[in-house]
């Protein structure tokens, strides 16, 4: 299947500073991405969508200044977590599917594990 | 709007003992199901999906039947390992079209001990 990578797989940051996470389809184009945040023993929320070459869309509730979100090419998406705090503490977890391809499944990266201290 | 119920956890086993996770939904149209799995610290991996009634999806021993009627996608497997410990999730396609946009239930931990 298709490979979707996201790096970094770990991450802790200062409360205040910005992190950048990103999402890679290693084979394939992604017009659209995905970005969800997973708490301990939750499940996924759908935080936004990414799309290539326009705004993302987010979920409601979801701050748009908070969670930059860039889809800059076919094949990249980051989320960046600005001025962050220990309560963004989570499991970002990015996905993909392939363009055009009917009832596909969607692809996830390996995740990353945000701590700010 | 859509949803995804998931019976709650943790689920204990003792290795070969017969596994269910109950998963039911509610949605318009007519989704696609999937099961993922997530094993400790790492993303999610498709375990098996059914695109329309009455498909069985199955892989590596689990089967999943897309059952309309009863709008449930139950997750079952004859004997289980203490490998398949990880947290196993019951999700829809969002909108019609299929962009890959999830709706996922809470999660199910199932602990196989051997």
């Known amino acids: 299947g298709a490979v979707v990578s996201q790096h970094p797989s770990r991450v802790i940051c200062k409360s205040g500073t910005s992190v950048k996470i990103e999402c890679r389809s290693l084979?394939?184009?992604?017009?659209?991405m995905f970005w969800y945040r997973q708490f301990p023993k939750q499940s996924l929320m759908l935080m936004a969508t990414?799309?290539?070459?326009?705004?993302?869309?987010?979920e409601q509730g979801v701050e748009k200044d908070k969670f930059l979100i860039n889809h800059a090419s076919l094949t990249l998406s980051t989320l960046t977590v600005t001025s962050a705090h220990p309560e963004d503490s989570s499991f970002y977890i990015c996905?993909?599917?392939?363009?055009?391809?009917?009832?596909?499944?969607?692809?996830f990266g390996q995740g990353t594990r945000l701590t700010v201290v | 709007g859509d949803s995804v119920t998931q019976m709650e956890g943790p689920v204990t086993l003792s290795e070969e003992a017969f596994l269910t996770i109950n998963c039911t939904y509610t949605a318009t149209g007519y989704p696609s199901l999937f099961w993922y799995v997530q094993y400790p610290g790492e993303g999610l991996q498709l375990l098996l999906k059914?695109?329309?009634?009455?498909d069985k999806g199955s892989n590596k021993g689990f089967e999943a039947t897309y059952r309309k009627e009863t709008t449930s996608f139950h997750l079952e497997k004859g004997s289980v390992q203490v490998s398949d410990s990880a947290v196993y999730f019951c999700?829809?396609?969002?909108?019609?079209?299929?962009?890959?946009?999830?709706?996922f239930g809470q999660g199910t931990t199932l602990q196989v001990k051997p």
């Open positions: 999700a829809l396609s969002g909108p019609p079209g299929n962009t890959g946009k999830l709706i």
């Open positions: 996905s993909a599917s392939e363009p055009g391809v009917l009832n596909t499944e969607a692809f």
């Open positions: 059914a695109t329309k009634a009455d």
């Open positions: 990414s799309n290539e070459g326009s705004k993302a869309t987010y």
């Open positions: 084979d394939f184009q992604a017009t659209t």
